[in-house]
């Protein structure tokens, strides 16, 4: 009898270690580009099915497109909030909340954005860890690098003066009023109206993405050099992460590496790079690749903002520029 009793006990253990071990969980995904979006069909699709894959089917993600749980620059407060399980934020929607990770969206200082990716997350990942502390970072997906593409040709900073311009996020915000111009604040998604309606006169973009968001119908001149990044988050909503079983949280990890930063920024990249051809090829648009003279003219334009993002983050700031430089150097990313 007690043989028997202990039989019962230990299938009972069993059958409970194997609901644990079997526990599935499917994760809210949202972001705010629209579905057909390579940062979707080349990014998160295959990110998703790499999880599903290696999970056997254990971790499923429902993808959330086109701003349908929240608008583009609430995804961080989303992520914090569990409003999704994981968000694709642009911290630079939000003006002056990161400002270690704004060294980033700087003008010449990263010029590849694969390479770019395993430096960005190797450099930011212990950083977000008491500079995002709401959110666990997962990956860095910067864009092939973007530059201005306006109305009317832009050469040179002094074009910039009297213009309306909307802006990729924060830094080149700033880089736009020292200049003379009027930074126009709106997502991406919403970049088309803007141009179209007058707001703005020029829009900061990565070549493709000027036809993915319809801008190529408004802007047939383009400054043809590449100028600055932004580098949008996959974050982690931590109350979900950390009701995950031990073994999900593992995978979860192994999907959140600086090699998975590369993996998941190369589709895009090459994307977007890809748009600079397409214009050539179409005779619709005239692209200005400035002379040497002119690109330290934009050079010494945009200088300041290095002083001025080391003012901002104070006393480390000089370490934390440092430790970017040398994994941008190390990845071959480097302007």
Known sequence: MKIIRMMACATLAAITTGAVTAQEVTLRLSHWVPPTHPIQTMGIEPWV???SEASDGRI?????PAQQLGAAPDH???ARDGIADITYTNPGYQAGRFPIYSLI???FLADDAIGGAQAMHEWYAPIAETEMPDVK????NPHDPGTFHSKNPIKVPADIDGLNVRPAHATMSRFISSLGGGPVQVPAPEAREAIANGTADAITFPWNSVYIFGVDSETKYHLDMPFYISAQLLLINKDTYNGMPEDLRQILDDHCTPEWSRKFSEGWAKDEA???QKMIDSGEHTLYAPTDEEVQLWRDAAAPLIEEWKTEVGADAQGYYDGYIEALERHDARY
């Open 49 to 51: 099915k790499s999880l």
């Open 60 to 64: 499923a993600v429902t993808i959330f």
């Open 76 to 78: 961080y407060d989303m």
């Open 105 to 107: 969206e700087i003008p």
């Open 137 to 140: 970072f997962c990956l860095a």
């Open 274 to 276: 890809s748009g600079r």
